[in-house]
């Protein structure tokens, strides 16, 4: 992706960022791409950095005690991805961040960020944007979580990120619902029944 793609890409997530403002974005950033099912961020890692995402999709997840992987977060492209207990809690990573697909991003490091946040109003109205962002998509999962059974759950998410029904194996689609790959092909059938 050439430097005129970026900031056209840019312009398009955040139209109320001006010219000056993109290129000052992009002087903290790292462009990277990912092959399908690529570790991004690591757990473990004292890591204060995050992404957006220019193309393709991620799942962030935790290993419970058993080992077993527990995903915690679907994303795609525009969105901003990290892991809160590393920038905000000073811990090492709990997610591991791994590519769904073809994944490209640019990747920053939080501390850059806010310092420009505190600099120039239109990347701390961005940064303001992307944390609320965060806590809504936060609220809705626990909140979706707590009212929707796990069919209604998965009509939701074919609503508002059908692009993840499309990358995702269905084993992650099924572990992000909170349900077994099997409940989860039982729902399908189901649906394409009705």
Known sequence: MGLLELKKALKDFFPFLSLEEIDLLLS?????????KAIILKSGKFSKMAFLILEGSVRGYILNESGIEKNILLRSKGIFVADADAIFGHQPQKLTIESLDQTRILMFSVSDFEELANKIKGIQHLYLESLKEAVLRLTYRVNSLITMTAEERYLDLMTKNPQFLKDAYDKYIANYLGITPVSFSRIKKNLNRS
Do not use: D, G, N, R
């Open 28 to 36: 903290i950033c790292e462009y990277k791409s990912y092959p399908s």
